[in-house]
C-alpha cells in the first residue's frame, strides 16, 4: 500500500513538474513581455498568494496548538497537590517527599554545586519530563504521572567525570484519598 502511495505521488509529482517545464518554454518562445502589462497582474497574485499562504500557516498553528507537547506549562495554571524537593549535586540526586500518581506533583529543582539536567524517565524509558538543577534557583516542573512503579532520575548535562553515574530511581505508589486531582 505504502509502496503504491509512494509510486502514485511520484508520478504525480513528476507529471506537475514536466508540465511547469513545458508551460515555462512555451512561455518564453513568446518573447519578453513588457513590464508595465504585467506588473497589475503580478502584485494582485502576489497579494493572493500572501493571504493563502498566510491563511493555511494560520490553520495549520490553531489547529496544531492544543496538542503542544509542553504539558507541565497547562499543568502549571493550578496548585500542585504534591510537593517534591530535588537537589543535584555531584554525583547524586537528593530527593525530599514522596509522589503519588494522580495529582500534580511540583519537583523543586536545584543544584548544590554546578549546573545538572534533571529528567525523569519512566518505566519503559521515556523522557516525562526535565528541568534545569541551577546552583542558587529552583526551577519548578509540575507533572502528572498515571503509572505507578519505578521511576529514574538521570542528569542531563554533563557536570563532571562522574555525570554518567549520577541517576537515581524513584518509586511513585498509588494515589492516596487526598492526593487526586
Ligand atoms: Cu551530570
Given at each position: 500500500?505504502?509502496?503504491?502511495?509512494?509510486?502514485?505521488?511520484?508520478?504525480?509529482?513528476?507529471?506537475?513538474?514536466?508540465?511547469?517545464?513545458v508551460l515555462a518554454?512555451?512561455?518564453?518562445?513568446?518573447?519578453?513581455?513588457?513590464?508595465?502589462?504585467?506588473?497589475?497582474?503580478?502584485?494582485?497574485?502576489?497579494?493572493?498568494?500572501?493571504?493563502?499562504?498566510?491563511?493555511?500557516?494560520?490553520?495549520?498553528?490553531?489547529?496544531?496548538?492544543?496538542?503542544?507537547?509542553?504539558?507541565?506549562?497547562?499543568?502549571?495554571?493550578?496548585?500542585?497537590?504534591?510537593?517534591?524537593?530535588?537537589?543535584?549535586?555531584?554525583?547524586?540526586?537528593?530527593?525530599?517527599?514522596?509522589?503519588?500518581?494522580?495529582?500534580?506533583?511540583?519537583?523543586?529543582?536545584?543544584?548544590?554545586?554546578?549546573?545538572?539536567?534533571?529528567?525523569?524517565?519512566?518505566?519503559?524509558?521515556?523522557?516525562?519530563?526535565?528541568?534545569?538543577?541551577?546552583?542558587?534557583?529552583?526551577?519548578?516542573?509540575?507533572?502528572?504521572?498515571?503509572?505507578?512503579?519505578?521511576?529514574?532520575?538521570?542528569?542531563?548535562?554533563?557536570?563532571?567525570?562522574?555525570?554518567?553515574?549520577?541517576?537515581?530511581?524513584?518509586?511513585?505508589?498509588?494515589?492516596?484519598?487526598?492526593?487526586?486531582?
Amino acid at each position: 500500500m505504502i509502496t503504491y502511495l509512494a509510486l502514485v505521488t511520484f508520478l504525480v509529482g513528476a507529471l506537475a513538474l514536466a508540465s511547469v517545464f513545458v508551460l515555462a518554454s512555451q512561455v518564453a518562445r513568446r518573447g519578453p513581455t513588457p513590464y508595465p502589462e504585467v506588473a497589475g497582474r503580478a502584485y494582485r497574485l502576489r497579494l493572493v498568494w500572501f493571504f493563502a499562504v498566510g491563511g493555511i500557516l494560520t490553520a495549520a498553528f490553531l489547529t496544531a496548538l492544543p496538542y503542544v507537547p509542553y504539558t507541565h506549562y497547562r499543568l502549571a495554571s493550578g496548585p500542585a497537590a504534591i510537593q517534591v524537593g530535588v537537589t543535584g549535586s555531584q554525583y547524586a540526586w537528593g530527593i525530599d517527599g514522596t509522589v503519588t500518581t494522580g495529582g500534580k506533583v511540583e519537583f523543586a529543582v536545584t543544584s548544590a554545586d554546578v549546573n545538572h539536567g534533571f529528567g525523569l524517565y519512566d518505566s519503559s524509558g521515556h523522557l516525562v519530563g526535565q528541568v534545569q538543577a541551577m546552583p542558587g534557583y529552583t526551577n519548578h516542573l509540575v507533572l502528572q504521572l498515571s503509572e505507578t512503579g519505578e521511576y529514574t532520575v538521570r542528569c542531563l548535562e554533563y557536570c563532571g567525570p562522574g555525570h554518567s553515574s549520577m541517576f537515581m530511581t524513584i518509586h511513585v505508589s498509588p494515589c492516596q484519598t487526598g492526593c487526586c486531582c
